[in-house]
């Protein structure tokens, strides 16, 4: 069973930066893919940013540039660090790792930005 911690997030201003942790426990392998995804009131969750082995990674458009996902996997924690920060950014961020049992989500925490 694998449980996914986020810490991270809270009250931000607009042009402001963000670092989110997320810090996983269970059978969790370094090709197991680990990302951030984001869900706006009345709006679908979408994938922020993902991160796989030899520490590949690939961006959501409205994230690319200034963000930047890590990952220790000694630690299978994942990181997220976002710059530039914009009031559309305001979301509920999950962490999730995929696997063969197919996905888990972290309890997401809150990110407010305010212009």
């Known amino acids: 069973q694998v449980q996914l911690v986020e810490s991270g997030g809270g009250s931000l201003q607009a042009g402001g930066s963000l670092r989110l942790s997320c810090a996983a426990s269970?059978?969790?392998?370094?090709?197991?893919?680990m990302g951030w995804y984001r869900q706006a009131p009345g709006k679908q969750r979408e994938m922020v940013a993902r991160?796989?082995?030899?520490?590949?990674?690939s961006y959501a458009d409205a994230v690319k540039g200034r963000s930047t996902i890590s990952r220790d996997y000694a630690k299978n924690t994942i990181y997220l660090q976002m710059t530039s920060l914009k009031p559309e950014d305001t979301a509920v961020y999950y962490c999730?790792?995929?696997?063969?049992?197919?996905?888990?989500w972290g309890q997401g925490t809150q990110v407010t930005v305010s212009s």
């Open positions: 269970g059978s969790i392998f370094s090709d197991n893919i």
């Open positions: 999730a790792v995929l696997g063969s049992w197919g996905t888990s």
């Open positions: 991160i796989g082995s030899f520490r590949s990674a």
